[in-house]
């Protein structure tokens, strides 16, 4: 399965230039713990950085810092991972683990934003698939008792 049908395609994004405060708000209206940082190009959002809500404690308010006078530019990881939308989950849940993410911006073949994935979205996957496969054993052991009678 391609991750393009698994990640959510309503990204929570805001740009360089938003104080913390903002983002920190946007964040509390989407019930999210991230935002992806976006640069505004001709028909697309090309992500460019993330925020968490851990970065702005760790990063804001453990410093003391004013919430109003940093911005998202200024604490945003600028070594962003991203995924294609074409990408198997498998081949992106190994990208994950290597990369030490648990939130993956997923881009279109352009490069531009078209969704994001966190481990949330693949435990809910897996969770799933073990579901199934759980009726499946329980399936086969009633038939095994209906042939033993």
Do not use: W
């Amino acid at each position: 399965m391609p991750i393009g049908e698994l990640c959510s395609r309503e990204v929570v994004f805001v740009t360089r230039g938003e104080s913390i405060r903002a983002a920190a708000q946007i964040m509390r209206q989407h019930h999210v713990g991230d935002v992806v940082v976006v640069e505004e190009k001709p028909a697309q959002r090309e992500p460019v950085g993330i925020v968490t809500d851990r970065d702005i404690v760790i990063e804001v308010i453990a410093k003391d810092l004013d919430l109003d006078s940093v911005t998202v530019g200024d604490i945003m990881s600028f070594n962003l991972v991203t995924a294609r939308e074409t990408d198997g989950v498998y081949e992106t849940i190994q990208f994950m683990r290597t990369k030490g993410v648990r939130r993956l911006p997923v881009v279109n073949s352009k490069g531009g934003l078209a969704g994001i994935l966190t481990v949330d979205d693949i435990i809910g996957l897996l969770s799933e698939e073990m579901t199934e496969l759980a009726k499946l054993i329980s399936r086969e052991q009633a038939l095994e008792k209906k042939k033993k009678r």
